[in-house]
């Protein structure tokens, strides 16, 4: 089972981006495991996951992610924005496969 994780400021607004996203799987029947954290969390969660994905509200994070995670193999990436803003867990789904192939 693949694990995806959301990081956002509080872990808060990034929650209901996950529902959505966990919705939109269940209609593929993909087995993927989606959960958000906090960024204060983030280095101590990411041995659990197969793709990171920030939300724009913590997209400076990014450089520092990308080399704690890249010795890992650990593809890291932003959100867009209109994705986020809009909640269209669809296409951040969509997103996190095209990283982890």
């Given at each position: 089972?693949?694990k995806?994780?959301?990081c956002?400021?509080?872990g808060?607004?990034?929650?209901?981006?996950?529902?959505?996203?966990?919705?939109?799987?269940?209609?593929?029947?993909?087995?993927?495991?989606?959960?958000?954290?906090?960024?204060?969390?983030?280095?101590?969660?990411?041995?659990?996951?197969?793709?990171?994905?920030?939300?724009?509200?913590?997209?400076?994070?990014?450089?520092?992610?990308?080399?704690?995670?890249?010795?890992?193999?650990?593809?890291?990436?932003?959100?867009?924005?209109?994705?986020?803003?809009?909640?269209?867990?669809?296409?951040?789904?969509?997103?996190?496969?095209?990283?982890?192939?």
């Open positions: 089972m693949k995806i994780m959301l956002c400021a509080a808060m607004s990034t929650s209901m981006l996950v529902q959505k996203m966990r919705a939109e799987a269940a209609k593929r029947s993909l087995e993927v495991e989606i959960d958000a954290f906090p960024v204060s969390e983030i280095e101590s969660q990411l041995h659990h996951a197969d793709v990171v994905l920030l939300g724009p509200q913590v997209q400076y994070e990014l450089q520092r992610l990308t080399e704690i995670s890249t010795p890992r193999g650990l593809p890291v990436a932003v959100i867009d924005m209109m994705d986020y803003g809009t909640m269209r867990g669809d296409r951040v789904l969509d997103k996190a496969i095209a990283l982890m192939a």
